[in-house]
């Protein structure tokens, strides 16, 4: 029985010292000069080392993504496109932005206004498609390659 966390230890290690806690003492007979001796059996450093090695081993070994189908992996696309804003969220976006630069750089605010307008919502929704359409592709690889977010 193991009555102190340091002779635990040593017994884990495997060192063999003569206490009473788990047996007592190895004995065997030295054969150059016939009186008994106390023997000390080295520490099991091969376990500490095979322990290591499996450890290391488990920590390096890549986890195994799970892969979908192409139909699976079009939906979350879909999904994620859908959360970003199309081609007219961009171009409403671009109208407004465009109405109030066209406003404030222009002599005549009302036209500049319009064509501000113009150009921001041809350019915001010509970017809102782009963008959706990324979105899309970039979240359909990552699924097909395992990627998920």
Known sequence: MIKNIN??????????????????AQHGKNTQTGDRKMLKQKPNRYLLAAAGLGISLAMAMPVHARYYSASDCAYRAE????????????????AVGGATVGAIVSRNSRRGARKGAAVGAVVGGTSGAVRRSSTYRRVYDDCMAGRLR
Do not use: E, K
């Open 79 to 94: 999904r994620a496109a859908g959360n970003t804003y199309g081609a007219v969220g961009g171009a409403v976006t671009g």
């Open 7 to 24: 002779s635990g230890i040593m017994y884990f290690l495997g060192v063999r010292l003569p206490h009473a806690s788990y047996g007592g």
